[in-house]
Antibody, heavy 117, light 106 residues
Framework: QMQLQESGPGLVKPSETLSLTCTVS????????WTWIRRPPGKGLEWIGY???????NYNPSLKSRVTASVDASKNQFSLKLTSVTFMDTAVYYC???????????WGQGTTVTVSS | SYVLAQPPSVSVSPGQTATITCSGDDLGDKYVCWYRQKPGQSPLLVIYQDYKRPSGIPERLSGSNSGNTATLTITGTQAMDEADYYC?????????FGGGTKLTVL
C-alpha cells in the first residue's frame, strides 16, 4: 500500500524559501501525478500545484510566481519550494497522489510550517 | 476563476440524514470529489467522480451532482462522521476546493 511522508523545516523566516520533500513508499513515483495542498490555521484547503515526472507541472495562479515543484525519481521523492514566504504561508502542508478523475486518493500525514522571525 | 460555495456549517442529530451542498456554475459538467478531514488528521477521499466510493468508505455516504449543485449525503449519521467536508473539482487544470463545511453531530 502506497504511503507518503512529508519532511522539512517547521520554521521558516519571512522572505526566505520554504522547502519540503515528500517521500513515496510502496510504489513508483513515475506512475502518477503528485500534488501539494495546504491548510492555513482557521481556513480551508488550498491547492498549491501538481507535478508529473518533472515535465508536466501546473500551479495555483495565486502562488505561481513563487512555487516550484520537482521530482527525484532516483529517491522516489518529490519536492516543493515556495519563495519569499510571509506569515500568510503558515499552514499544514500535505502531499498527495493525484489519480486523475479518481481524486487525490493517498495523502501524507502533513507537516506544519510556521513563518516567523 | 471558478468558485465552489459550501455552507460553513451543518448540524444533524445522530441517526438522521446530513446533507452538504456544493455549488458552482455548471457544476454538473464536472466531476466532483469530496474529502473528509477530522481534527489532527489528513484529508480523506470519500467520494470521487460525483458518486463513487473508494474502498472502505461505507455505503451510508453517497454523492450526486446535477445542474449547479453537488450533494454529499450521510444517512444514519454517527458521531464519528463529525468532521470538515470539502468538495473539489478541476477547472482549467487547476484544483478548486470549496470553503469547507463543518458537520456537527449533536
Amino acid at each position: 500500500q502506497m504511503q507518503l511522508q512529508e519532511s522539512g523545516p517547521g520554521l521558516v523566516k519571512p522572505s526566505e524559501t520554504l522547502s519540503l520533500t515528500c517521500t513515496v513508499s510502496g510504489g513508483s513515483i513515475r506512475s502518477y501525478y503528485w500534488t501539494w495542498i495546504r491548510r492555513p490555521p482557521g481556513k480551508g484547503l488550498e491547492w498549491i500545484g501538481y507535478i508529473y515526472n518533472n515535465d508536466n507541472t501546473n500551479y495555483n495562479p495565486s502562488l505561481k510566481s513563487r512555487v516550484t515543484a520537482s521530482v527525484d525519481a532516483s529517491k522516489n521523492q518529490f519536492s516543493l519550494k515556495l519563495t519569499s514566504v510571509t506569515f500568510m504561508d503558515t499552514a499544514v502542508y500535505y502531499c498527495a497522489r493525484f489519480n486523475g478523475d479518481n481524486g487525490m486518493d493517498v495523502w501524507g500525514q502533513g507537516t506544519t510550517v510556521t513563518v516567523s522571525s | 476563476s471558478y468558485v465552489l460555495a459550501q455552507p460553513p456549517s451543518v448540524s444533524v442529530s445522530p441517526g438522521q440524514t446530513a446533507t452538504i451542498t456544493c455549488s458552482g456554475d455548471d457544476l454538473g459538467d464536472k466531476y466532483v470529489c469530496w474529502y473528509r478531514q477530522k481534527p489532527g488528521q489528513s484529508p480523506l477521499l470519500v467520494i470521487y467522480q460525483d458518486y463513487k466510493r473508494p474502498s472502505g468508505i461505507p455505503e451510508r455516504l453517497s454523492g450526486s451532482n446535477s445542474g449547479n449543485t453537488a450533494t454529499l449525503t450521510i444517512t444514519g449519521t454517527q458521531a464519528m462522521d463529525e468532521a470538515d467536508y470539502y468538495c473539489q473539482v478541476w477547472d482549467s487544470s487547476t484544483a478548486i476546493f470549496g470553503g469547507g463545511t463543518k458537520l456537527t453531530v449533536l
